[in-house]
């Protein structure tokens, strides 16, 4: 970075903005529906008697009664006080990217928002298809024979492994002994957790001094008890583990599965398939590496992908093709259900395909070699900033996608913490980061992830706020402290998020707690 740019002068809208339940006044209406021709009505007859009577309300609901700009200006005012995800967001450890607002406009229209998943599939061969179509995009960028979208995310593709890994054992007689499952400290918790959600014994392995589980770790964990390896590699420190064929090695030769959790996909994608690692499944988050919204923007999808040795054991139905004509088929008699209803989120399955189509072979490669490029150019300049370490800080070579930073110096100098940090940077227009997932394994972290979106200016106007942030807690602390200063909402005093009498989540709380705001 040649030059610090110039900080800009950022002022979040501040509007007094009342609660919705507060506005409007009787009889105002933001839309007049045209009375009911006379045919339509005789031929119908009344409206309410469509209802049965047990259904109907017997008062009607409390509801604000308002113009249509009342209502707009009143969104608009509180989207305006939210800084979302529209600021430059280097979110950190769950990539974000911009959603392209074609692909938004492509899932409302009719003939994918106004369809159901129980019509005949007859009637819905476009919508099988780009599942189809996608499924076999997926298949060459992993290796594997056949995916799923039912799962609402990456711990619901988590769990779908999970359940797998059951249905998988069990049919060998197995299960009641393979009760363990491995993964390691800077796994993703969706790891852990849907292992021991689905009953079994979580084994976790601790980190050596190259920044992932030595081997001898895995060989010390791996026994006739083990049913699965689940892993993410790179993880959220950037740290890609040479190893990790043999590790796929060992766990198959005990007899275990091993899973690919591809959150950190967006550096290595067309570089590495999880199937050519040796892996049985993996699984892709669309909301994060495909262009999909994620999160307040979503919903999410966890494409889960597997060899054709557990395809049987996937949760139903499965798109096929027979005749040129798209069906929907169950995944095999050893099928685990449903993880979610119907076919899971199928629009944003169609958003994450027309960004992989119009990204081509070509765009993902560069994309990822870019998600590199970016993070270490990144690295080379915040580590000169004062205050500011990485993990690992011996192990040599290029950081992958993120990189686990640490503002533990920053704070045994000044007492500043890495959420004052986060309060602070918000003031001047940038998204606050996040710091990592649990458990911490450097002090006050914080781990950006620029992917391949970023313009270089947005990158560098990211680390100059934080270089100012960084020279504003050695010679004036309390402002750091002290921060939001530009926004909409000041500091949050947490002191009363654990007391229900000081906040209410709906209206009805509100009213019956006087009214008090929060």
Same mark, same amino acid.
């Given at each position: 970075?040649?030059?610090?740019?110039?900080?800009? *002068?950022?002022?979040?809208?501040?509007?007094?903005?009342?609660?919705?339940?507060?506005?409007?006044?009787?009889?105002?209406?933001?839309?007049?529906?045209?009375?009911?021709?006379?045919? #339509?009505?005789?031929?119908?007859?009344?409206?309410?008697?469509?209802? @049965?009577?047990?259904?109907? &309300?017997?008062?009607?609901?409390?509801?604000?009664?308002?113009?249509?700009?009342?209502?707009?200006?009143?969104?608009?005012?509180?989207?305006?006080?939210?800084?979302?995800?529209?600021?430059?967001?280097?979110?950190?450890?769950?990539?974000? =990217?911009?959603?392209?607002?074609?692909?938004?406009?492509?899932? /409302?229209?009719?003939?994918?928002?106004?369809?159901?998943?129980?019509q005949d599939p007859?009637?819905?061969?476009?919508?099988?298809?780009?599942?189809?179509?996608?499924?076999?995009?997926?298949?060459?960028?992993?290796?594997?024979?056949?995916?799923?979208?039912? @799962?609402?995310?990456?711990?619901?593709?988590?769990?779908?492994?999970?359940?797998?890994?059951? /249905?998988?054992?069990?049919?060998?007689?197995?299960?009641?002994? &393979?009760?363990?499952?491995?993964?390691?400290?800077?796994?993703?918790?969706?790891?852990?957790?849907?292992?021991?959600?689905?009953?079994?014994?979580?084994?976790?392995?601790?980190?050596?001094?190259?920044?992932?589980?030595?081997?001898? /770790?895995?060989?010390?964990? $791996?026994?006739?008890?083990?049913?699965?390896?689940?892993? +993410?590699?790179?993880?959220?420190?950037?740290?890609? +583990?040479?190893?990790?064929?043999?590790?796929?090695?060992?766990?198959?030769?005990?007899?275990?599965?091993?899973?690919?959790?591809?959150?950190?996909?967006?550096?290595?994608?067309?570089?590495?398939?999880?199937?050519?690692?040796?892996?049985?499944?993996?699984?892709?988050?669309?909301? =994060?590496?495909?262009?999909?919204?994620?999160?307040?923007?979503?919903?999410?999808?966890?494409?889960?992908?597997?060899?054709?040795?557990?395809?049987?054991?996937?949760?139903?139905? $499965?798109?096929?093709?027979?005749?040129?004509?798209?069906?929907?088929?169950?995944?095999?008699? %050893?099928?685990?259900?449903?993880?979610?209803?119907?076919?899971?989120?199928?629009?944003?399955?169609?958003?994450?395909?027309?960004?992989?189509?119009?990204?081509?072979?070509?765009?993902?490669?560069?994309?990822?070699? #870019?998600s590199v490029l970016? +993070?270490?150019?990144?690295?080379?300049?915040?580590? =000169?900033?004062?205050?500011?370490? *990485?993990?690992?800080?011996?192990?040599? %070579?290029?950081? #992958?996608?993120?990189?686990?930073?640490?503002?533990?110096?920053?704070?045994?100098?000044?007492?500043?913490?890495?959420?004052?940090?986060?309060?602070?940077?918000?003031?001047?227009?940038?998204?606050?980061?996040?710091?990592?997932?649990?458990?911490?394994?450097?002090?006050?972290?914080?781990t950006p992830e620029?992917?391949?979106?970023?313009?270089?200016?947005?990158?560098?106007?990211?680390?100059?706020?934080?270089?100012? #942030?960084?020279?504003?807690?050695?010679?004036?602390?309390?402002?750091?402290?002290?921060?939001?200063?530009?926004?909409?909402?000041?500091?949050?005093? %947490?002191?009363?998020?654990?007391?229900?009498?000081?906040?209410?989540?709906?209206? &009805?709380?509100?009213?019956?707690?006087?009214?008090?705001?929060?």
């Open positions: 970075m040649s030059k610090h740019p110039t900080l800009r *002068r950022y002022q979040a809208p501040v509007w007094d903005e009342p609660l919705i339940m507060e506005m409007g006044a009787p009889g105002r209406r933001g839309a007049h529906f045209p009375v009911t021709e006379t045919a #339509i009505a005789e031929l119908v007859g009344p409206a309410a008697d469509l209802v @049965p009577a047990s259904m109907r &309300r017997r008062t009607p609901p409390a509801l604000p009664e308002m113009s249509e700009p009342d209502v707009l200006r009143h969104y608009l005012h509180l989207s305006q006080e939210t800084l979302g995800m529209m600021g430059i967001s280097l979110f950190g450890t769950c990539t974000m =990217k911009y959603n392209p607002r074609l692909n938004e406009a492509l899932a /409302a229209r009719p003939q994918v928002a106004e369809t159901h998943p129980y007859s009637t819905l061969q476009g919508t099988l298809e780009i599942l189809y179509r996608f499924d076999e995009l997926l298949q060459s960028l992993s290796g594997m024979d056949q995916f799923t979208f039912q @799962p609402a995310g990456g711990a619901d593709a988590a769990y779908t492994h999970v359940c797998l890994t059951r /249905a998988y054992h069990a049919a060998r007689g197995e299960l009641g002994k &393979r009760n363990q499952i491995i993964t390691s400290i800077q796994s993703h918790p969706c790891n852990p957790a849907t292992a021991a959600a689905a009953g079994f014994e979580v084994v976790t392995l601790m980190l050596d001094d190259n920044g992932y589980p030595s081997l001898d /770790a895995l060989k010390a964990a $791996v026994s006739d008890r083990t049913a699965a390896l689940m892993i +993410n590699n790179p993880d959220d420190m950037g740290i890609y +583990n040479p190893d990790i064929k043999e590790w796929v090695r060992i766990v198959h030769e005990a007899g275990g599965l091993c899973f690919y959790d591809h959150a950190n996909f967006n550096g290595v994608m067309s570089k590495i398939r999880a199937r050519d690692l040796g892996f049985d499944a993996c699984m892709f988050m669309l909301h =994060k590496t495909f262009g999909v919204p994620k999160g307040g923007g979503g919903p999410a999808v966890g494409a889960y992908g597997c060899t054709a040795e557990l395809a049987e054991y996937l949760p139903s139905p $499965v798109v096929r093709r027979s005749g040129g004509l798209y069906e929907l088929v169950s995944s095999g008699t %050893g099928s685990v259900g449903k993880v979610r209803e119907y076919l899971g989120n199928v629009h944003q399955v169609i958003k994450a395909y027309s960004w992989l189509r119009a990204m081509g072979a070509e765009g993902i490669s560069e994309a990822s070699d #870019i970016v +993070n270490n150019y990144m690295e080379r300049e915040l580590l =000169k900033i004062r205050g500011i370490t *990485r993990s690992h800080p011996d192990v040599d %070579g290029w950081r #992958i996608e993120m990189t686990r930073y640490s503002l533990g110096q920053l704070h045994e100098d000044t007492g500043v913490t890495v959420a004052d940090v986060q309060n602070r940077m918000v003031d001047f227009g940038i998204d606050a980061f996040w710091m990592s997932h649990e458990p911490w394994i450097v002090p006050h972290p914080f620029a992917g391949e979106m970023w313009s270089k200016e947005d990158v560098d106007y990211w680390i100059a706020v934080l270089q100012r #942030i960084s020279d504003e807690a050695y010679t004036n602390p309390e402002i750091v402290k002290t921060a939001p200063h530009n926004q909409a909402i000041a500091k949050v005093k %947490g002191d009363g998020l654990d007391d229900p009498d000081t906040w209410a989540m709906t209206w &009805r709380a509100h009213k019956r707690k006087g009214g008090r705001r929060g």
